[in-house]
Each structure stands twice: as structure tokens, then as C-alpha cells.
């Protein structure tokens, strides 16, 4: 079977992620500005290639200041590290539509394995444009020490772990 692309729809996408803030509160956010391409030889997604490029400057806090602070060296650098990455080195399938996506996570120019969970939703054709779509449900969850992201506050300040949880919508090309 030839190998089939999908591309990120970014209008139909996103990347959100949560924090806690003083153990009791939560902060929400979100990167504004990504892409990336999904390539399989299968209809099931099992062992299909993952790339996800985020710019690190599109975060997205609903707070000026605070996005402002996080661009920051104290937090992701923006200037230094412009580019958040994932590249998948595996990609399988569990049980039901659920797989797993293991790779190299890259922040702050910190490469580390890392581990994705999924649900393929499945593939549909959009009645308008009659392209296919497919549509995965992500979560994660990182430790922001992992990956020098605000070292100097402590957890009971700024949560230790970050969850991350998309909604991916991709157009076959």
C-alpha cells in the first residue's frame, strides 16, 4: 500500500494545555500558531509518522503580562529555542482506536522521549470540500522541570506537571 499524507488542519486544531497555580487553582493555555503532518501506510493509523512543530511564541494564557513572562528565558526562551517539536519513532495501535505514540520531544532545546496518548476518532469526508478527514483526541502530560520551564518557582507556586490535551483534526493530501 502507498503511503498516505495528512496534514494538519489548524483551523480545526488545537493544542490546550493546563497548570496548576497555587496547588488550588488551575491556569489554561494554548499555542495559536503549529503544524504538522501525519504519513501512513495504513487505514487504522497502526504505525503511521508523527511531526508536530509548534512556535513557542504563540502562547496563549489570555493574560498579555504572563504570555509576555513566558516567553521569557525564565520559561520557554522564545528567542533562543523559537520551536517546540515531537517526531514519532513509534506509533501503535492498543486496544480499540486507542494507540500509543512515543518519540522525541523537543523544548527549550531539551530532547527527551516522550509518550502520547491517542484516539483515532476515525475518518470522514467533509461533505463541502470532499476531502477525507481524519481526527485524533491527544493528551500528555510533561514535567516542566524536565525541560528548564520556570525553575525557579517552586510547586506549590506553578504545578510541577502540565497536562496537555488536543483535539487534532488532519486533511489527507
Not at 67 to 95: Q, W, Y
Not at 106 to 124: D, L, R, S, Y
Amino acid at each position: 500500500m502507498a503511503s498516505t499524507n495528512f496534514k494538519i488542519d489548524k483551523s480545526h486544531s488545537n493544542l490546550t494545555f493546563t497548570i496548576s497555580h497555587f496547588v488550588i487553582a488551575k491556569v489554561n493555555g494554548t499555542f495559536k500558531v503549529f503544524s504538522g503532518t501525519i504519513v501512513t501506510e495504513n487505514d487504522d493509523m497502526d504505525n503511521a509518522k508523527l511531526e508536530l512543530t509548534i512556535e513557542a511564541n504563540s502562547i496563549d494564557t489570555n493574560d498579555v503580562n504572563r504570555d509576555g513572562h513566558l516567553k521569557t528565558a525564565d520559561f520557554f526562551d522564545v528567542e533562543k529555542f523559537p520551536f517546540i517539536t515531537f517526531k514519532s519513532s513509534n506509533f501503535k495501535k492498543g486496544v480499540e482506536n486507542n494507540f500509543n505514540i512515543e518519540g522525541i520531544l523537543t523544548v527549550n532545546g531539551i530532547e527527551k522521549t516522550h509518550q502520547i496518548k491517542a484516539i483515532f476518532e476515525g475518518t470522514f469526508e467533509h461533505p463541502m470540500t470532499k476531502n477525507t478527514i481524519a481526527v485524533f483526541n491527544v493528551s500528555t502530560e510533561i514535567t516542566r522541570k524536565d525541560f528548564n520551564i520556570g525553575l525557579t518557582y517552586p510547586a506549590a507556586a506553578l504545578g510541577d506537571i502540565v497536562k496537555l490535551e488536543s483535539t487534532i483534526e488532519l486533511i489527507k493530501e
